[in-house]
């Protein structure tokens, strides 16, 4: 079994920054890519951000580039997620998403083998 625990989410001012962090534990498993993906009230789970762990090539959607960073710690298992200049309709429910496997379309949801179970971020306008 593997799992995957996000944490750094809050209440933070339009303008504002947070890092979330997402961390790995159980058993051992090929990881090819790690992902942020993002759930607001009402709407589909959306793609924020990937990253492929070997090579560190980044993938971030058009709504948070710009504002947006995910990077990892291959050494500690981590990857993480800052956020600037954050607007309130970025508030939603972020899940943190792992690949074991490769694959060539890292934006969809449903290439994505294990799942986090959230952290809300609230931003105030």
């Known amino acids: 079994q593997v799992q995957l625990v996000e944490s750094g989410g809050g209440l933070v001012q339009a303008g504002g920054s947070l890092r979330l962090s997402c961390t790995t534990s159980g058993r051992t498993f090929s990881r090819h890519a790690m992902g942020w993906f993002r759930q607001a009230p009402g709407k589909e789970r959306e793609f924020v951000a990937a990253?492929?762990?070997?090579?560190?090539?980044?993938y971030t959607a058009d709504s948070v580039k710009g504002r947006f960073t995910i990077s990892r710690d291959n050494a500690k298992n981590m990857v993480y997620l800052q956020m600037n200049s954050l607007k309130p309709e970025d508030t939603a429910v972020y899940y943190c998403?792992?690949?074991?496997?490769?694959?060539?379309?890292?934006?969809?949801?449903?290439?994505?083998?294990?799942w986090g179970q959230g952290t809300q971020v609230t931003v105030s306008s």
């Open positions: 990253i492929r762990w070997s090579s560190g090539m980044t």
């Open positions: 998403a792992a690949r074991g496997l490769a694959s060539p379309n890292l934006l969809l949801r449903s290439e994505y083998d294990y």
